[in-house]
């Protein structure tokens, strides 16, 4: 909000969920895009966020929960690009607060996922729509959490179109804070006696240097 406020960045698809007069106690939020053309090729872009996981789930699963305009003319001729920052897997066992790829819309052409910060260099078909629109997850560009999906390599993204054709570039970040992630288990370890701690101790020291080293060794 900041950074809009001061002009440096554009803020868009902050949603606010409308109520009619008909008791409906979920209400109705409706996505107009914006466009952008240059010669022949044409940029519709939506965003959708300032939503709770928890409604944006249930919006998403009722009719006409969540409204979706099309531009009025040459509608076919546009590229469709939807922007949100929301839960993408479930984090929890049970947990009701994601958007699922069969919620969206299959006219649309690529759909760039915020919020989860594991980065997936590459865009991916969604096999749940039925391969109808690609998903690029660029992740966080820093290491926010202690978890796996934070230790892969962080890149940022340009998305270049002409015409009706587009594709992605990854840009690798270079400056990233360090950062590994590892598993072990010690009842598989030889050199670790698990009725005398110190073992356990030295093992995990050596453990814990060696990944220190791996890790000087990625900035060089």
């Known amino acids: 909000d900041i950074l809009a406020t001061a002009n440096l960045v554009n803020y868009f ?63 076919d001729e546009w590229i469709n690009v939807f922007v949100l920052h929301q839960n993408r897997v479930a984090h929890l066992q049970g947990a009701k607060n994601i958007v699922k790829e069969s919620h969206l819309p299959r006219w649309l052409h690529m759909v760039i996922w915020g919020h989860e910060h594991e980065c997936i260099v590459s865009p991916w078909r969604s096999h749940i729509s039925g391969g109808a629109f690609s998903v690029l997850q660029p992740g966080s560009s820093v290491a926010t959490a202690l978890s796996e999906g934070e230790s892969k390599k962080k890149h940022v993204f340009m998305l270049e179109m002409k015409g009706g054709k587009w594709r992605t570039v990854k840009i690798p970040l270079e400056t990233v804070r360090p950062f590994l992630f590892d598993s072990v288990v010690l009842a598989n370890q030889k050199t670790v006696n698990r009725g005398n701690p110190d073992t356990v101790m030295d093992f995990l020291t050596t453990k814990v240097e060696q990944m220190v080293e791996r890790a000087n060794l990625d900035r060089t």
């Not at 008909?22 to 053309?37: A, C």
């Open 13 to 75: 698809g902050k949603a606010n969920i409308q109520y009619g007069n008909d008791g409906d106690p979920h209400g109705e939020v409706k996505v107009s895009p914006i466009l952008i053309r240059k010669g022949d090729t044409k940029l519709a872009l939506y965003g959708l966020g300032n939503i709770r996981d928890e409604r944006m789930c249930r919006l998403l699963n009722r009719p006409r929960g969540v409204q979706w305009a099309r531009p009025m003319e040459y509608e």
